[in-house]
């Protein structure tokens, strides 16, 4: 499978952005899907994760009440909606796969999209 995320950008402080990740390969029928996000020389931190049941739908506490995960089931895309943002968002944005559950250690999943860049200015 390959996953491919789009729909960063550069936005104000208070803007939003839709993240899309898409699958290709396979669908994510049985597989948890999660968002993390990485800025340089830190650890890549969980945002959200959803089952694709649509089930099991977790967020980061830094992120709680400002982002929405949700799916696509005819489209194979998860989406993460990101509201009310603020500097700190800005990181590089991945999705990533991994059978059953969702959780948030990075180390449990085991294939990963490319990336895609939030920049949030003040």
């Known amino acids: 499978v390959q996953l491919v995320e789009s729909g960063g950008g550069s936005v104000q402080a208070g803007g939003s952005l839709r993240l899309s990740c898409a699958a290709s390969?396979?669908?994510?029928?049985?597989?948890?899907v999660a968002w993390f996000r990485q800025n340089s020389g830190k650890r890549r931190e969980f945002v959200a994760g959803?089952?694709?049941?649509?089930?099991?739908?977790t967020y980061g506490d830094s992120v709680k009440g400002r982002f929405t995960i949700s799916r696509d089931n005819a489209a194979n895309t998860v989406y993460l909606l990101l509201n009310s943002l603020k500097p700190e968002d800005t990181a590089v944005y991945y999705c990533?796969?991994?059978?059953?559950?969702?959780?948030?250690?990075?180390?449990?999943?085991?294939?990963w999209g490319q990336g895609t860049q939030v920049t949030v200015s003040s």
């Open positions: 390969g396979r669908t994510f029928s049985g597989y948890a």
């Open positions: 990533a796969t991994r059978p059953g559950l969702t959780n948030p250690y990075s180390d449990e999943y085991n294939t």
């Open positions: 959803i089952r694709w049941n649509g089930g099991d739908i």
